[in-house]
């Protein structure tokens, strides 16, 4: 759906992060799940929990910018650096009905 890249560091707990960053393709929006890559190697998955434009909070983007993003942690053990990349993708639950035949 889109990808960020991580340019500053404002602070991180083991439950969350608060990172500045730039979107560099595609499209991000509160709610949507993402994989850390770090040389390339995923370390970890986060859900975009916040974004902010300056000054303002907004539920999504596609412009190609500058943000600040909230991530709560889900499956990362290492700090969130500079210079890594978040992939985020969105998960589609995709259900079939069944239909009995006489």
Not at 83 to 93: A, G, K, L, M
């Amino acid at each position: 759906m889109g990808k960020f890249k991580v340019l500053k560091d404002f602070f991180q707990t083991q439950n969350e992060t608060v990172v500045g960053g730039k979107l560099i393709s595609g499209k991000i929006k509160v709610d949507i799940y993402g994989k850390v890559t770090r040389n390339g190697e995923v370390i970890g998955k986060v859900k975009l929990t916040s974004i902010k434009d300056q000054q303002n909070e907004i539920k999504e983007t596609d412009e190609k910018g500058e943000y600040g993003i909230k991530l709560k942690k889900l499956a990362i053990n290492d700090k969130i650096k500079i210079d890594d990349i978040i992939e985020f993708y969105v998960i589609s639950h995709i259900s079939k009905k069944v239909q009995k035949i006489s």
